[in-house]
């Protein structure tokens, strides 16, 4: 089984970057099968990781929450799994 999950912040004025780097930043352990990083506009910054779980899986590692100046609104997360094409 496998899943995803996602994780988006939303910087605080003019700290898109710091954000960013923030994120980058941040280590999980163990390590996902995967990890990518995105942003958009309005300062917001996407996570995505991959893991070799099943969905409701509560020991997969995830992505903390920035400090409270970083960001502009509370991180949002997500949990995907796989569908048949």
Do not use: C, N
């Not at 995803?4 to 996902?32: F, N, Y």
């Not at 995967?34 to 409701?56: C, H, K, N």
Request: aromatic share 10%; charged share 25%.
């Amino acid at each position: 089984m496998s899943v995803t999950l996602m994780w988006e912040a939303k910087a605080a004025p003019g700290r898109g970057g710091e954000l960013l780097d923030w994120a980058r930043d941040q280590a999980l352990s163990p390590a996902p099968l995967r990890r990518e990083t995105f942003t958009a506009p309005g300062e917001r910054v996407l996570v995505i990781t991959w893991w070799d779980a099943p969905y409701d899986d509560q020991g997969i590692p995830e992505l903390a929450e920035p400090a409270a100046d970083l960001i502009a609104r509370p991180v949002h997360r997500w949990r995907f799994e796989p569908t048949e094409s």
